[in-house]
């Protein structure tokens, strides 16, 4: 640091031995730039800190770093309600006006599953796969019925004890993990489910650890076209089939293809696989 104490042996003196009117604003000049250069020097320090924490800040949490596309907001607010009515649900989510439930026997057909794998229901709802899932893994394998809002996790415990199913577990997830153990299961499948993804690369994150090596993706959603979808869909959903595989394979997923079932029209079926 400059001091005076520093700098007066160099500093010229009148004939009376003060210092010179043109030395001292010479002195003054010296100490304001060096008082300069470390407010600089500060500013340097603190600002990216705090330009990181206001961007933080400002950050949407429901924003796809992948895609830029942005979920709804509070789009699982209704399922999250503590009054919700999951009869409602279950009528709306497993009449036959649903395109997925009409044609669910070929949408389980695309997991070509087989007796004693693992698969995972990610966003299970009411448990329209539930049976069909368990029928097709049989006692040898198991089912995971994951979801996210407590009524349904419910719901799903009492259908699976209901239907006396011993090889579906019911869990709990979170809006960014699927919460379960690592490598444990063969199938992940996610109907109707990914455009409700708050924190997509988390969740596929999640997705990717907790499938076995080779394991396979299977997504199932509905088909977002400016002109062509209907209102609901394009504000509801919040990417086409493009940009969804295009997040899903950023996130560390190989396509595989995009199998034909008979009878959609609204949705798509996307298979990755886990490398």
């Given at each position: 640091?400059?001091?005076?104490?520093?700098?007066?042996?160099?500093?010229?003196?009148?004939?009376?031995?003060?210092?010179?009117?043109?030395?001292?604003?010479?002195?003054?000049?010296?100490?304001?730039?060096?008082?300069?250069?470390?407010?600089?020097?500060?500013?340097?320090?603190?600002?990216?800190?705090?330009?990181?924490?206001?961007?933080?800040?400002?950050?949407?949490?429901?924003?796809?770093?992948?895609?830029?596309?942005?979920?709804?907001?509070?789009?699982?607010?209704?399922?999250?309600?503590?009054?919700?009515?999951?009869?409602?649900?279950?009528?709306?989510?497993?009449?036959?006006?649903?395109?997925?439930?009409?044609?669910?026997?070929?949408?389980?057909?695309?997991?070509?599953?087989?007796?004693?794998?693992?698969?995972?229901?990610?966003?299970?709802g009411t448990g329209l796969f539930m049976q069909p899932l368990a029928e097709a893994v049989g006692t040898g394998g198991t089912v995971h019925e994951v979801d996210l809002a407590p009524a349904?996790?419910?719901?799903?415990?009492?259908?699976?004890?209901?239907?006396?199913?011993?090889?579906?577990?019911?869990?709990?997830?979170?809006d960014r993990s699927v919460v379960l153990p690592d490598a444990s299961v063969d199938v992940a499948f996610v109907c109707d489910t990914y455009h409700h993804f708050e924190h997509p690369r988390?969740?596929?994150?999640?997705?990717?650890?907790?499938?076995?090596?080779?394991?396979?993706?299977?997504?199932?959603?509905?088909?977002?076209?400016?002109?062509?979808?209907?209102?609901?869909?394009?504000?509801?959903?919040?990417?086409?089939?493009?940009?969804?595989?295009?997040?899903?394979?950023?996130?560390?997923?190989?396509?595989?293809?995009?199998?034909?079932?008979?009878?959609?029209?609204?949705?798509?079926?996307?298979?990755?696989?886990?490398?």
């Amino acid at each position: 640091m400059l001091t005076l104490k520093h700098r007066r042996a160099d500093v010229p003196r009148s004939s009376h031995g003060a210092e010179s009117p043109r030395a001292a604003r010479a002195l003054r000049g010296t100490v304001r730039r060096a008082a300069e250069r470390l407010a600089a020097a500060r500013l340097a320090l603190v600002l990216p800190l705090a330009l990181a924490c206001l961007q933080a800040c400002a950050a949407p949490a429901a924003t796809s770093p992948a895609s830029g596309a942005t979920v709804p907001p509070d789009i699982n607010k209704p399922f999250l309600d503590p009054a919700v009515n999951v009869d409602d649900f279950v009528k709306a989510f497993e009449g036959e006006s649903r395109e997925i439930a009409r044609r669910s026997a070929g949408i389980v057909a695309t997991l070509e599953l087989r007796p004693g794998m693992d698969v995972a229901d990610i966003g299970a709802g009411t448990g329209l796969f539930m049976q069909p899932l368990a029928e097709a893994v049989g006692t040898g394998g198991t089912v995971h019925e994951v979801d996210l809002a407590p009524a349904f996790v419910e719901h799903l415990r009492r259908r699976a004890s209901a239907l006396a199913l011993p090889q579906v577990q019911v869990r709990a997830c979170t809006d960014r993990s699927v919460v379960l153990p690592d490598a444990s299961v063969d199938v992940a499948f996610v109907c109707d489910t990914y455009h409700h993804f708050e924190h997509p690369r988390e969740t596929l994150s999640s997705l990717k650890a907790a499938l076995r090596p080779g394991g396979r993706l299977v997504v199932v959603d509905f088909e977002r076209t400016e002109g062509r979808s209907r209102d609901w869909v394009l504000r509801h959903v919040r990417l086409g089939k493009d940009g969804t595989r295009a997040e899903i394979e950023a996130a560390g997923f190989r396509f595989l293809d995009e199998p034909h079932v008979e009878g959609l029209s609204e949705n798509y079926v996307l298979r990755f696989t886990r490398p």
